[in-house]
């Protein structure tokens, strides 16, 4: 199976193995202002909670403006501090600005409406790891940015959060403890479990996990380790070569792009915006010949003020997928039009 993120398929982990020696880096200059955590959710929890200690949320009816077409998990999670609303009113406190696939939104014009309202801004890079606007790395505009290592990196879990706030930074510290570590491990082992073996029974395990994220705190060792390593050979540089040869390739049949003005992008996925028929049939084999695949709305404006979605076909584009597979991916898709 392709998947949209790259797994461990290791069945027995060697965390030894996974010692890192080297100096790399994940988030090169911007690294110094970066707290590792948990996972993505709990970089949300931890972020929602300081806004709620500092007042900016009054109380769990405070709300969050947020776009449409996150995962489930991820509105479960902010109910746990505030209300997520797609609608701006009185009561919003602050904005929570995703990048979709790893694609920028139009930060500028956030950040104006930001100003204008008084509204802190929260960007979700879970997709854009390492992606830039006009040459500045997303999760540095707003006051804070979050990340997940496991959608780009082989890491089984793995979270951080990037902030140049003092306060957030030592309210991140004190909410990293140890108390859980026991628990934190046996749901590694579960994350891992369904990594190898995606039952539904294993899905159900780690689904019931995900309701106690917001008591895990600390990165496990292993999934930095491995992250790091990813980093060393090049993960992000496979994935930007596989992404603009799947475009490439696709160039003919596609019905719309992703205009950008810089091109300084890591999808965490390939967007294809193809006939809806089309993409309706490359769903069907693609599936068939073992890719993860499925047809989401994107918003095309990048502007969750002023969004306007369009359908397009997601297919993986990960580090770890060779060339006769990228081959596969591609041909299957030709194979429809
Ligand atoms: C948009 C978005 N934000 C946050 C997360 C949470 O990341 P993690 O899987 O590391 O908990 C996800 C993952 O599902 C996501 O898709």
Redesign the pocket.
């Known amino acids: 199976m392709i998947t949209f993120n790259p797994l461990n398929l290791t069945s027995k982990l060697n965390f030894s193995d996974a010692l890192y020696k080297g100096t790399a880096d994940i988030f090169a200059d911007y690294e110094k202002d970066i707290k590792y955590i948990f ?4 970089a ?1 929890y931890i972020l929602l909670q300081y806004f709620r200690t500092i007042g900016a949320f009054k109380n769990k009816t405070s709300q969050l403006l947020v776009p449409p077409w ?2 489930t ?2 509105y479960i999670m902010m109910h746990k501090c505030c209300f997520p609303s797609l609608v701006m009113n009185k009561d919003i406190a602050g904005i929570w600005v ?1 990048h979709q696939y790893g694609f920028p939104q139009k930060m500028e014009l956030i950040l104006d409406f930001c100003d204008e309202n008084n509204l802190f801004c929260i960007e ?1 890079c ?2 854009a790891l390492s992606s830039f606007y006009n040459g500045q790395k997303l999760g540095s505009f707003g006051d804070a940015g ?1 990340f ?4 780009f990196f082989p890491s089984v ?3 951080a959060i990037y902030t140049k706030n003092d306060r957030i930074k030592s309210f991140i510290n004190k909410s990293i403890t140890t108390d859980y570590s026991e628990l934190s491990q046996k749901v590694f082992n579960i994350r891992h479990e369904v990594e190898i073996c995606p039952t539904a029974k294993n899905m159900l395990k780690l689904e019931q996990c995900y309701a106690v ?1 917001d008591y895990f705190s600390e990165c496990p060792d292993y999934s930095l380790n491995i992250s790091k390593k990813c980093i060393e050979d090049k993960a992000i540089e496979k994935r930007k070569t596989n992404y603009l040869k799947i475009i490439k390739e696709l160039e003919s049949v596609s019905t719309f792009y992703i205009e950008l003005p810089n091109k300084n992008i890591a999808p965490w996925v390939c967007p294809l915006f193809l006939p809806l028929k089309t993409m309706q049939k490359a769903t069907q084999k693609l599936s068939k010949n073992g890719v993860e695949c499925g047809i989401y709305h994107f918003d095309i404006n990048r502007n969750m003020l002023n969004p306007k979605y369009k359908k397009c076909l997601i297919v993986p584009c990960h580090g770890q997928i060779n060339d006769n597979q990228l081959e596969k991916i591609i041909t299957t898709i030709q194979s429809v039009t």
């Open positions: 996972s993505g959710k709990t949300i996150m995962g998990w991820v995703y979700d879970a997709h979050i997940s290592l496991a959608k879990l793995g979270g994220y």
